[in-house]
Structures are given as structure tokens and as C-alpha cells.
């Protein structure tokens, strides 16, 4: 069965300095990566993923997140942060028996001014 | 914005009490899924439903059982609360039958047994 390392419970990082949230999975098979973030009293929502083709996905608020076969991670990114980037990011996986999605612990990324 | 709904989004409750927490959605979308949320812990797939009359555990073991009559409707139900009950339950819907389709949550109901 497929699993999902985040291993940064929480990320604290000053407003417009970059910042990476890392992810981790392990899967006998080809893969689907998710990232999902839940901003404070609201519901998850999706942020980006990867299902096939380019390595490289690209959010509409800057994030992106790269496929690392070899690695076998899904890091997030951003160059330079926002106040409003606070929020619980959670990064999941599901491979291509279809097989119900595997979500990780959440890393709490705090921007400060 | 996603159209997905849940009922109550905070409840209080006693030892031994039925509860029935509720999730809607307006969406027409035939997969429907409940989590379970402890503070600072992985989401937990605890029921999910390919579409009416479809239902099927997930990969955590839970005392609750859901019903799926109605497309938009998918509620979640406690016949006696148990302290070990307390946690977020999230709702979640999505479009088609695969796991590669996003997923679409609710504000979610935190539920305390006392």
C-alpha cells in the first residue's frame, strides 16, 4: 500500500522569503500527488497536482511542485511568501490500481511580517 | 468555490447519545467520501460511496455507518457516541469514479463527546 511522508510538522518563514514544504511517498506502482491546503476555518481545497506528463505543476498563486521519480518526493514551493499563504497544507497520493487516496500528517506554514 | 455543505460545524454532545452528522452537495457528483481528523494527524478515509446505494469502509476501522439514498446526501451516523468519537469529520465529493479526481471538502464538524 502507498504511503505519504511530510516531514515538517510545521513551517514557521517571514513574509516574501521563499519556502519549501516537503513531501515524501512510497508506492510499488505509478502514482497520482497531490496537494491539498486548508486555509484557518475553511475546508481542504486542492492546490495542485500531478497525474502524468511534466514533471513540473504549476498552481494559479504561485506554488509549484516538482515529481521526483527517483526520489520518490513531491515537494511544494514558492519563491516568496504571503501573510495569506498561512495555512495547513497536506500532501496525498493515490497510484493507478485506483486505490483510495493516502493523505499525510500536514505541515502548518506560518508567514510572518 | 465548491458546492459542499456540513451540518452541524460544531457539536457537544453526551456519552451514549445518536448522532447523525450531515454532508450535502449540489455539485451532482457521484463520489462522495467522509474523513476522519485528529489535531495535527493524517486524514483518515473512513466511509466512501461511488454513487446511490453504493457504500464501502475506508481504510480506518469506525463504529459510524453512512447511507447514500439520495446523489446529493451523505450523512454519517453515531448510534451511541463514545468518548474515543471526538475528532473532525470531513465530507468530500468528486466527479467521475477515480482516485486521480479532485476532491471537493466541506468545512467539516468537530465533535466533542463529553
Known amino acids: 500500500a502507498q504511503s505519504v511522508t511530510q516531514l515538517d510538522s510545521q513551517v514557521p518563514v517571514f513574509e516574501e522569503a521563499p519556502v519549501e514544504l516537503r513531501c515524501n511517498y512510497s508506492s510499488s506502482v505509478s502514482v497520482y500527488l497531490f496537494w491539498y491546503v486548508q486555509y484557518p476555518n475553511q475546508g481542504l481545497q486542492l492546490l495542485l497536482k500531478y497525474l502524468s506528463g511534466s514533471t513540473l505543476v504549476e498552481s494559479i498563486n504561485g506554488f509549484e511542485a516538482e515529481f521526483n521519480k527517483s526520489q520518490t518526493s513531491f515537494h511544494l514551493r514558492k519563491p516568496s511568501v504571503h501573510i495569506s499563504d498561512t495555512a495547513e497544507y497536506f500532501c496525498a497520493v493515490s497510484d493507478i490500481r485506483n486505490t483510495p487516496l493516502v493523505f499525510g500528517k500536514g505541515t502548518r506554514l506560518s508567514v510572518i511580517a | 468555490e465548491a458546492d459542499i455543505y456540513q451540518t452541524p460545524r460544531y457539536l457537544v454532545i453526551g456519552t451514549g447519545k445518536k448522532i447523525t452528522l450531515e454532508c450535502s452537495q449540489t455539485m451532482g457528483h457521484d463520489k462522495m467520501y467522509w474523513y476522519q481528523q485528529d489535531p495535527g494527524m493524517e486524514l483518515h478515509l473512513i466511509h466512501y460511496s461511488y454513487g446511490v446505494n453504493s457504500t464501502e469502509k475506508g481504510d480506518l476501522s469506525s463504529e459510524s455507518t453512512v447511507s447514500r439514498i439520495r446523489t446529493e446526501h451523505f450523512p454519517l451516523t453515531l448510534e451511541s457516541a463514545r468518548p474515543s468519537h471526538t475528532s473532525q469529520y470531513l465530507c468530500?465529493?468528486?466527479?467521475?469514479?477515480?482516485?486521480?479526481?479532485?476532491?471537493?471538502f466541506g468545512p467539516g464538524t468537530r465533535l466533542l463527546v463529553l
Open positions: 468530500a465529493s468528486s466527479a467521475g469514479q477515480g482516485w486521480e479526481e479532485t476532491q471537493y
